[in-house]
């Protein structure tokens, strides 16, 4: 029994591993990244940063910061996602709220030009995730394969088709930069910065599935054939769980540059260091039958580990911006190839090893160029700031739907309560389509993802 358990463990793995295994683990989430002005400009901030939050978008501003500076920020996460399963569409939603960014900025007394550093906590992917979807399939029922792995050699089931499915799917968690940056002025006008990034992070997915016998189809109570085997045919519903919960740790560097064309222009540029990273999974699992006779049989929770690395690609950043009177604009471009990832070590998926995985990923996943966009007014009178922004997140997979491309729209709006401190708000929102198909179901379910966030953040400088 040991051994089938094993078996079986082995073969649930496989079944999930389009959610948690081979090139998806490089994309789980959204990263939006941090602080209320930067996003409210749709990212576009590579070409200013000159507040705390240039930790993230670009070291090399801290040199522009000229008094100490405190940074607090908060963020409260939307999720709608409509799924349409066997032509029914079911509407989800839930909301999260966490911490944004913590910081502190501390300028070094020099001779000439600067020197500036900056620590903090910065929660730059949101892993949040829900999904629920049900509807009768006429084709297909994913309980056989599971009824297999325990039954007794001389025991089948005739339940392989016209079964109503129910799936919920809840998704929680993000992951955090431990930051270490710092910036100098190597001449007039013209900053070089690094950020070291201790990236920690964890994600808990919980999976439900159901198959019910609502039409008591499947009403046949057990029989003997002439060859021996007995044939289950009476279920009433099977309710299958999983739980993986994965923690994530890597070390990475970010470098900027930054350079000052008097008053008007600003460019600046930045690279990120390939990032390994390593992710511990702990996965569990256990489901019931329940038959027309009342009659049940459970499995007990089966936990197991799970321990391997991911490589992401170098990422590159260019960004400039531009003052004209009360007005700043501002434009960033994010170059990734995504087809030079790689798993370090075998991925958690039965039969498939970091040889065939990383072709796969090479055959499949392709360079994205991400554009933001941002646009920012100042309001003398009342001391204030508005701003807008808009910014794009191309599929990485080759052959995607146009629709499954990320497009965000931002606005933002700032307030100086005195000459120390401001208070910024902003509101981003975002829309795509991914189209889903996973081998407990068997057919694709069609997911409209709505995502809208809003972010406050106090700055004091002193």
């Known amino acids: 029994m040991y051994k089938i358990i094993l078996i079986f463990v082995a073969l649930i793995v496989f079944f999930s591993g389009t959610v948690q295994a081979q090139e998806s683990v490089f994309f789980w989430g959204r990263e939006l990244g941090v602080g209320s002005r930067a ?6 901030y590579i070409g200013v940063a000159d ?51 913590l910081g502190f900025v501390f300028p070094i007394p020099t001779y000439q030009g600067s020197l500036v550093f900056g ?34 050699e001389n025991e089948v089931t005739d339940v392989v088709d016209n079964i109503h499915q129910v799936q919920s799917i809840n998704e929680e968690g993000g992951l955090n930069h431990y930051s270490f940056s710092g910036s100098v002025e190597m001449q007039k006008d013209f900053f070089l910065g690094a950020s070291i990034n201790f990236v920690r992070g ?4 919980n999976m439900q599935f159901e198959e019910h016998d609502r039409n008591n189809l499947h009403n046949t109570p057990p029989y003997t054939d ?51 990273i390593q992710i511990k999974e702990n996965w569990s699992d256990e489901w019931v039958e329940t038959y027309d006779d009342g009659t049940t049989f459970e499995t007990p929770p089966e936990p197991s580990e799970y321990d391997y690395k991911i490589q ?58 991400k554009l933001h966009l941002g646009a920012e007014m100042y309001i003398p009178i009342v001391r204030a700031k508005v701003r807008a922004g808009y910014f794009t997140e191309p599929s990485p997979y080759k052959y995607a739907e146009t629709t499954e491309d990320k497009q965000f729209y931002s606005a933002g709006a700032s307030l100086m309560l005195d000459k120390q401190v401001m208070v910024d708000l902003a509101y981003v929102r975002g829309q795509w389509q991914e189209e889903t198909i996973d081998a407990l179901t068997n057919a694709p379910t069609m997911e409209d993802k709505k995502v809208q966030k809003l972010l406050g953040t106090v700055s004091i400088r002193f």
């Open 39 to 44: 996003i409210g400009m749709g990212g576009a």
């Open 51 to 101: 507040d705390y939050t240039a930790t993230y978008w670009n070291p090399a501003g801290l040199g522009q910061i000229r008094r100490m500076e405190f940074n607090l920020g908060f963020s409260h996460n939307t999720l709608n996602n409509d799924a349409t399963f066997m032509g029914n569409e079911t509407e989800n939603s839930n909301s999260f709220s966490r911490l944004n960014s």
């Open 119 to 152: 620590v903090g906590l910065n929660k730059v992917r949101d892993f949040d995730n829900i999904l629920q979807f049900e509807g009768y399939n006429e084709n297909w029922a994913a309980f056989p394969d599971f009824f297999d792995q325990v039954a007794p």
């Open 202 to 205: 964890k994600d808990d997915y």
């Open 226 to 276: 002439d060859e021996g085997y007995t044939h289950i045919a009476d279920l009433d519903y099977w309710i299958y769980n999983q739980n993986i919960i994965s923690k994530f740790s890597a070390t990475n560097v970010k470098l900027g540059a930054l350079y000052r064309m008097g008053r008007m222009l600003r460019l600046g540029a930045t690279v990120v260091t390939p990032t390994t």
């Open 312 to 369: 992401k690609p170098y990422a590159f950043g260019f960004g400039a911006s531009l003052t004209v009177l009360n007005f700043l604009f501002s434009a960033d471009m994010e170059f990734q190839d995504w087809s030079q990832a790689k798993f370090k070590t075998d991925p958690p998926v039965a039969g498939m090893t970091k040889a065939n995985t990383n072709f796969r990923i090479q055959e499949e996943l392709q360079a994205v160029q």
